[in-house]
């Protein structure tokens, strides 16, 4: 397991005390960051960890009540976080939620959820509610969390088993669900699920990434074959136009990886670790990719100790704090150095580059970006 490491061009880090994986991390309203759970030699760490951005050092919060991983995070809108299922030493999947107030340094208990889950998917609509799909059983059904009124309310399954997935808020309210062979789109005003139109390449263990036009960006993850996971490790990214309810093809990645991160600082997206093609002792990567979304341009990366399984939370100053995951038994301090300037790349035509570079940011196509 790692401790963190916070991402900065010249800075270094202070390690996180406990190293894990299976842990959340979740921004608070001061621009600090809530690291949850997880494991390390044992199942279920009850000790959080609370990253000061403006000084740069951990402190510890508040315990948890007792040892929890494989849980579920996201900051509610009056800045509390929720904390939902999971299991610890136990092993038991739990259908109790807790609440972390960080102007209190307490937890609290709330409604507990109607089914039990852990390696579920957690995220908040835009009213604030809290959507929670899927789990340890992909045919466990969906609920939704009212935080107003302390309740749970089950909701209409998806009409696919989501597995291996993600799940990203639209800007107008709906929820993008990508996960293998499956590309949906839930209303939540409607509580109805239908499909999008197809992926370009079924994937999971892959990222999906809101960018400020509105569209979503999946990147990299392990290919699907026969409707399961296969050894190869996708560098082809795709874009979901929510308007014409359509995947385009997006810029490739210098290399493949699956079990990585991709955080959105400003215009600049990071993607951090992961792991290599092929099954079997195949070690993380140490490298990280940043692409410019106005200049749709990549550059390349270290990150020093080679990680997957971690977390990556965006910083106010525009750094990225990458926290845990797994590798080498080793806990020291990094930092991350750029590389030189990559372009797109990839076999496509010159109008196919422009037309990328404009759905990264719609001002590109305006200025007449030239393809490399």
């Known amino acids: 397991m790692l401790a963190a490491v ?23 309203p001061d621009g600090d960051v809530l690291v ?10 009850d000790r959080v960890g609370r990253y000061d951005a403006r000084r740069g050092r951990w402190r510890a919060a508040a315990s948890l009540p007792e040892g929890l991983e494989a849980h579920g995070a996201t900051a509610l809108l009056d800045g509390r976080v929720l904390v939902v299922g999971g299991y610890g030493a136990d092993v038991e999947h739990r259908t109790e939620v807790l609440v972390y107030d960080p102007r209190s340094d307490r937890w609290q208990a709330v409604a507990p959820m109607k089914q039990p889950r852990s390696y579920h998917l957690v995220t908040r609509l835009l009213d604030g509610r ?26 209409t399954a998806p009409p696919e088993p989501l597995e291996q997935a993600t799940l990203t808020v639209l800007r107008d309210g709906r929820v993008l669900a990508v996960g293998q062979a499956v590309s949906l789109l839930y209303d939540p005003r409607e509580d109805r699920w239908r499909a999008t139109g197809p992926m370009l390449q079924p994937r999971g263990q892959h990222t999906a990434t809101l960018l400020p036009n509105g569209r979503v960006l999946a990147i990299g993850g392990r290919s699907i074959i026969d409707g399961s996971l296969s050894g190869e490790v996708l560098a082809t990214t795709e874009l979901y136009e929510p308007r014409g309810d359509r995947w385009l093809p997006g810029p490739r990645l210098d290399e493949g990886r699956s079990g990585h991160t991709a955080t959105l600082v400003g215009g600049v997206l990071v993607i951090a670790g992961g792991m290599p093609s092929g099954w079997g002792e195949q070690k993380p990567l140490r490298s990280a990719e940043r692409l410019e979304l106005r200049r749709g341009r990549w550059s390349t990366a270290t990150i020093g100790r080679r990680r997957t399984d971690h977390t990556a939370t965006a910083l106010p100053d525009g750094s990225v704090l990458l926290v845990g995951g797994r590798t080498e038994m080793i806990v020291n301090k990094w930092n991350l150095r750029w590389s030189r300037t990559l372009p797109l ?3 496509l035509g010159r109008a196919a580059r ?4 404009a759905a990264i940011d719609p001002e590109l196509g305006a200025r007449g970006v030239r393809a490399p």
């Open 345 to 347: 790349r990839g076999d």
């Open 354 to 357: 422009r037309e990328i570079s």
């Open 6 to 28: 916070l991402v900065l061009a010249t800075g270094c880090s202070h390690p996180l005390a406990t190293p894990r994986s299976g842990h959340t991390a979740t921004s608070l």
């Open 130 to 155: 809290v959507l929670v799909v899927s789990g340890h059983d992909s045919s466990i059904p969906p609920e939704l969390y009212d935080p107003r009124h302390d309740t749970w309310t089950p909701v």
């Open 36 to 45: 949850v759970g997880g494991s390390n030699s044992y199942p279920g760490i």
